[in-house]
Every structure is written in structure tokens, then in C-alpha cells.
């Protein structure tokens, strides 16, 4: 007696199906078009990059981004960097010409009305699936609603010629960002002749500095003689405690951090 195999219609017909659709020639290569997902377009070149924000645009209003507004998008999927006063961070995930950045972490003190307009702006629109266009030096960051952030590429400043425009005051590992009414009103220059010059948030001053290694030693400080009282002269001493005789230098791209006697610091940006 002859044992019979039974196979179902069905299954001989999925087998049937299956075979066709494998696409695979007689040298076993497959040549289905099917099989190989298309490669997508490569991505915009934003990685390790420091951007300088230029500005954001929310319901079509402009608002300008303050000195120092900054971010790098690491080759490790993190979008880092400052609004102008608060650092922030962020997950970042780049796809052809979207990036999706995630939630910001942020360090939150007050910064000024203008600041924390640009602030507030940021963290509403620099988050999230954004459209990127890149046209040389400028970046444009477009959301789904058409909100939009515009940056520009920044080279590495130099210490020498740059002219660094201070935007926090440190002592030990506290930060300050610079009293309301003073932002922007000192910044120094380090000049090829072996001068530093520039403005202590009231008087103009200058003084003999030789840049040794990481060490700047610093002449005697001549300055106007305006009488600077409440923030513009806090502002003023905490700079002349950094620059006594002798500081450490710090250079990050476009930041510049000065550490003098007791731990007195100050940090500045490059102006663009």
C-alpha cells in the first residue's frame, strides 16, 4: 500500500508565490528590486560645527540672538551649547536634511528681558523634527509650522586681535551672568604688540600682557577715571581681580575663560 502525502492548495500556492517573488537568478545573486532598500539621501554636513544662532522667527516676528548664542551637534547625537546666558543640551538625530532634536535639559537663571525673550523663543522652536537648509555658512532650521532658526558657522577664534565681549562673571563654581544694564559693556583685546586694551564695564583701560603657554602676565593697568557706582562698578572690580599680574587662559572655539588670584574667573565670546 502506498503512503500519499497531503498538502493543502493554500500552501502549495504561498510556496509558489514565494518562489517567484525571490527574484533570485540562476547564479543565485538576487535581482529583485524589491529586496534592497534605497539608500537614502546622506547627511548635511552639521556634525561638529559650532553654530552661532543668528536669530529665530516665530509667527513671523524676528528676534535677534544675543552675543554668545551658540550650539555644536556632536558625532555622538548631542545637540550642546548656550541661548546666550543658560546652557542647554539635547538628543539629536540627523536623517538627510532633518534633524530631530529631542527635549532641552537647561541650567535656568535670569538673563534680561531680551535674553529671556530669545530664551523662551528658542525653546519652543529648536526642539522637535526640523528641516534643514544649508547655503554655504548659514544654516536655516524650519518646523512643521514654519517657524524658523537661523544660524552661521563659526571658525575657531584666535586670542590674539579677537575681541572678547564678557558675558559671566565666576568665583569658584558660581556663575553670573552679567547685572542687567551692564550686558555687553566689557570686552578686552589682546593685541599683537603685547597690550591688552578694552573696557572694565565702566573705564576704558590697557595694560603691558605677555602670553606665555597657558599664562598671561599682566603690566600695571592704566584707566579713565568715571566713577562707577552700583552694577557698572561691581562689574568693573570683579574684572580687576581677574587681571592681577598674572592669569590662566582658556580658549573653547569661541569662548575664552580668565582665571586669576582667589579663583576669580570671567568668561567672554568672540564677537562675530
Known amino acids: 500500500m502506498r503512503n500519499e502525502l497531503s498538502v493543502p492548495l493554500t500552501v502549495l500556492a504561498l510556496l509558489a508565490l514565494a ?3 525571490s527574484g533570485s537568478s540562476e547564479d543565485g545573486s538576487d535581482s529583485g528590486s524589491g529586496s534592497a532598500k534605497a539608500a537614502g539621501a546622506p547627511d548635511l554636513p552639521l556634525t561638529g560645527v559650532h553654530w552661532s544662532f543668528d536669530s529665530i522667527t516665530v509667527d513671523g516676528k524676528k528676534t535677534t540672538a544675543p552675543a554668545g548664542a551658540h550650539v555644536e551637534i556632536t558625532e555622538k547625537g548631542r545637540a550642546q551649547g548656550s541661548y546666550g546666558c543658560n546652557r542647554f543640551g539635547a538628543t539629536a538625530k540627523l536623517d538627510g536634511d532633518t534633524v530631530t532634536l529631542g527635549p532641552s535639559e537647561m541650567h535656568l537663571v535670569g538673563c534680561g528681558p531680551e535674553t529671556d525673550r530669545f530664551e ?16 554655504g555658512k548659514k544654516l536655516t532650521l524650519t518646523t512643521a509650522g514654519g517657524d524658523t ?6 571658525d575657531p577664534a584666535p586670542l590674539i586681535g579677537t575681541t ?7 568665583t569658584g563654581d558660581v556663575a553670573e551672568s552679567l547685572p542687567a544694564g551692564t550686558e555687553k559693556s566689557a570686552h578686552l583685546t ?7 586694551r578694552g573696557n572694565l564695564g565702566c573705564n576704558n583701560f590697557s595694560a603691558p600682557a605677555k602670553v606665555t603657554g597657558s599664562k598671561i602676565t599682566l603690566g600695571r593697568i592704566t584707566a579713565t577715571r568715571m566713577m562707577c557706582a552700583g552694577t557698572a562698578g561691581q562689574v568693573e572690580a570683579h574684572l580687576l581681580a581677574v587681571l592681577d ?7 573653547l572655539h569661541r569662548g575664552l575663560t580668565l582665571t586669576g588670584p582667589a579663583d576669580k574667573r570671567l568668561s567672554a565670546v568672540a564677537d562675530r
Open 245 to 251: 599680574k598674572e592669569v590662566t587662559y582658556h580658549l
Open 19 to 21: 518562489a517567484c517573488g
Open 120 to 135: 523662551t523663543n528658542a525653546q519652543r522652536v529648536f526642539t522637535g523634527r526640523l528641516k534643514a537648509q544649508l547655503a
Open 149 to 154: 532658526v537661523a544660524l552661521t558657522s563659526q
Open 190 to 196: 589682546f593685541t599683537k604688540d603685547g597690550k591688552v
Open 164 to 170: 572678547w565681549t564678557v558675558d559671566s562673571l565666576l
